[in-house]
């Protein structure tokens, strides 16, 4: 163990978990200053993405396809619901397992958030210069793919999918 005088705020300032997870806030406050006006957070709004793309899917299949924990979702769709952006129908062989469908507030909502998140994501890599920019995003995309074992949950899109009788 270092000895307490070498000991700095560098072991943790430089590393790159604590360098993600700063960028991971200042993520959610840029998305959410932009997004103010529309009262939804990132996984809200990637969760209405998903459900445009495939309308139908079960929150089971929903969570694989956006990588985010089955027992959170279940909150974030009450909240689409009750914002009445998206409907639960139950399906016709099983009942039990609800289906998700956007309405028209939700396609309303999806057309018109689009200018702010796209203004999001720019201010996110505003202070790169381009080429920076798409290093990184290039970067980030492989050490994604390569730790998506590693992760709580794991994006399992096309599993999801294959049981939708869908591609995405």
């Known amino acids: 163990m270092p000895n307490k005088s ?9 590393k790159p978990g604590y360098l993600f997870r700063r960028m991971q806030q200042i993520a959610v406050a840029i998305f959410a200053e932009e997004c103010r006006a529309y009262d939804l957070t990132p996984v809200q709004y990637a969760a209405l993405v998903a459900i445009r793309t495939h309308p139908g899917i079960d929150a ?6 956006i990588a985010f ?7 974030v769709i009450e909240r689409l619901e009750a914002k009445r952006h998206i409907e639960r129908k139950p399906a016709a ?8 469908y956007l309405t028209r507030s939700g396609v309303t909502l999806l057309r ?7 203004r999001a994501q720019a201010r ?8 920076d920019r798409k290093t990184l995003m290039a970067l980030m995309t492989q050490l994604v793919d ?3 074992e590693v992760s709580r949950v794991p994006l399992r899109a096309e599993d999801a999918l294959e049981h939708l009788g869908r591609s995405g």
């Open 69 to 75: 924990d089955r027992s959170t979702l279940g909150s």
């Open 93 to 100: 062989e099983d009942k039990r397992v609800k289906l998700l």
């Open 6 to 14: 070498s000991l700095t705020m560098d072991a943790v300032y430089t």
């Open 124 to 131: 996110m890599l505003q202070p790169l210069r381009p080429a």
């Open 112 to 118: 018109n958030i689009m200018p702010a998140v796209d």
């Open 60 to 65: 089971t299949r929903l969570s694989a396809v």
């Open 146 to 148: 390569l730790n998506n």
